[in-house]
């Protein structure tokens, strides 16, 4: 039986804030309604979040249009406050995402198992999009 190697994306930002209002603005769901979108034309009306191993979470990512829309969930597999957390996505891919203070700044740093379906190059400036959207709504509340 062959053994396929998983592909891993990793995206980053530094973010001007201390890692506790980071952790919030990630983790809390009337946070992540504001920012978790690639783009302007895209919107998560809905997020739940239960954060503990085991838990889980989904944000429901439309279309504005309403054209199309997915949930993205998953379930916690490690959950370590203010420094980092692992997940598995309801197609059982694996991501991690680590937060490492620097004071008043903090670096987020996400890797996830690629998919088959789209490019890497997608994958990658899809996701580093909203960690860009993330940065933004963080740091001034838009």
């Known amino acids: 039986m062959e053994i396929q190697e998983k592909t891993v994306i990793t995206v980053e930002n530094t ?32 997020a739940e979040n239960d954060l503990r191993v ?11 249009d ?20 692992e997940y598995t996505m309801g197609d059982g891919r694996k991501t991690k995402i680590t937060f490492s203070s620097q004071g008043n700044k903090t670096k987020v740093v996400e890797s996830f198992e690629a998919e088959n379906t789209h490019s890497l190059e ?15 709504y963080t740091e001034t509340g838009q």
């Not at 506790?20 to 946070?31: C, D, S």
């Open 122 to 136: 997608m994958q990658q400036g899809g996701w580093q999009a909203i960690l860009d959207n993330f940065k933004k």
């Open 15 to 46: 973010i001007n804030a201390p890692v506790e209002k980071v952790w919030e603005y990630w983790t809390k769901p009337e946070h992540i309604t504001k920012w978790c979108n690639a783009s302007d034309d895209w919107h998560t009306p809905r």
């Open 54 to 64: 085991g838990g889980s979470f989904v944000s429901r990512m439309e279309a504005k």
């Open 66 to 85: 309403g054209s199309i829309g997915f949930d993205f969930g998953g379930v916690y597999d490690a959950v370590n406050n203010n420094e980092y957390i």
